[in-house]
């Protein structure tokens, strides 16, 4: 069984580095799952055993880079906004390529709806429903904002430069209104 698991890890590295490469030179559009296949020199049936649609390539990496994340943090968590927003700087400085690629491929969308989830599920949201969703959401956009401007401009700010902006940026009192740091 762990023979299989690793194979299937290194059958998705080599399907998602294929992809990443393809992009390099060719419009994702215009990328088959066949010119996937024989650069990651997988057959179609792996291909088809890991992903149901080349949009998953991308968000599932990213997911599984997010677990690795989760896991390297042993359950720490952030104790005040400015450490929220340095963990996600650092992870997303670390993971540039895949998501600089997910907007390349027209699925930015897909990255703030699971942004979102991901605020959803840490924070319990402290005021009356509606308004806090309204919160996240708006927050969740902001930043993705400031990111997709700092990948835009090479990332010459450095993780706790491009956080400190977005702490400056954010009304902090406002964002306490809603959102309620979970107890390590």
Same mark, same amino acid.
């Given at each position: 069984m762990v023979k299989v698991n690793e194979v299937n890890v290194l059958t998705k590295e080599c399907i998602v580095t294929a992809l990443l490469r393809l992009m390099e030179n060719n419009s994702y559009? &215009?990328? &088959?799952? @066949?010119?996937?296949t024989n650069v990651a020199g997988v057959s179609r049936m792996a291909y088809y055993r890991n992903y149901k649609s080349k949009?998953?390539? %991308?968000? =599932?990496?990213? +997911?599984?880079?997010?677990? !690795?994340?989760? =896991? /390297?943090?042993?359950?720490? &968590?952030?104790?005040?906004? $400015?450490?929220?927003i340095m963990i996600l700087s650092g992870f997303f400085? /670390? =993971? #540039?390529?895949?998501?600089?690629?997910?907007?390349?491929?027209?699925?930015?969308? $897909?990255? @703030?709806?699971?942004?979102? /989830? $991901?605020?959803?599920n840490y924070f319990p949201v402290a005021i009356e429903e509606r308004a806090g969703k309204y919160a #996240?959401?708006?927050? +969740?956009?902001? #930043? !993705?904002? +400031?990111?997709?401007?700092?990948?835009? =401009?090479?990332? +010459? /700010?450095?993780?706790?430069?491009? &956080?400190d902006i977005l702490c $400056? %940026?954010?009304n902090v009192k406002g964002a306490a209104d809603f959102l309620v740091f979970p107890k390590a």
């Open positions: 559009a &215009s990328i &088959s799952i @066949t010119d996937i949009d998953d390539i %991308l968000i =599932n990496h990213l +997911v599984d880079r997010e677990k !690795l994340l989760l =896991n /390297e943090l042993h359950g720490e &968590s952030a104790e005040d906004l $400015r450490g929220m400085q /670390e =993971n #540039v390529d895949v998501i600089k690629a997910i907007y390349d491929a027209g699925l930015g969308n $897909r990255l @703030t709806d699971m942004l979102g /989830e $991901r605020i959803y #996240v959401q708006f927050y +969740v956009g902001a #930043v !993705l904002a +400031v990111f997709k401007r700092w990948f835009d =401009n090479g990332m +010459v /700010e450095s993780v706790e430069e491009i &956080s $400056r %940026l954010i």
